[in-house]
């Protein structure tokens, strides 16, 4: 029969190896469409397509899984936006229902348009800092991207 050792390893921020992630950082270069390791090459190829590597640094984007989250994230984000505005509209001034819908449809669509990116940038990055779904130091064998 095997014993095992007596020495216990204590895992903290300070004994793990590898790169140090700032969250923050990577979120917002994620944001702006760079790539949240160096901040220069650009994470996107296409609207919402990413780029398999970044054009600077190498840091390959293929493990990103950001999958839904952007979409449910812009969303909320815009719905807590437009709604109050449309309750406040509605409740100082009531205007006809042609004038709202002529006002909030395109409002609720161009918001959508223009943070779906960013957040999607937000998302990649956040799962870069945080070392998930193969962002890690050391990466599963054998299991081929998706």
């Given amino acids: 029969m095997e014993t095992v050792g007596s020495a216990s390893t204590v895992w903290t921020r300070e004994t793990a190896t ?15 469409g760079r790539c949240p390791r160096c901040g220069e090459g650009k994470l996107f190829r296409a609207f919402l397509k990413t780029a398999n590597n970044c054009s600077v640094c190498d840091l390959d984007f293929t493990p990103h899984r950001a999958d839904d989250l952007p979409a449910y994230l812009v969303i909320v984000i815009v719905g ?8 406040w509209i509605e409740t100082n ?54």
């Fill in 80 to 87: 807590h936006i437009v709604v109050p505005i449309a309750l």
């Fill in 18 to 32: 590898g790169e140090k992630r700032d969250l923050w950082s990577a979120m917002k270069r994620g944001f702006r």
């Fill in 93 to 146: 001034y009531s205007p006809a229902v042609w004038l709202q819908l002529a006002i909030y449809l395109p409002l609720t669509f161009v918001m959508s348009l223009a943070l779906l990116q960013p957040v999607k940038g937000t998302v990649v990055g956040l799962q870069w800092a945080l070392k998930m779904h193969g962002f890690d130091d050391n990466p599963p064998r054998g299991v081929p991207p998706v």
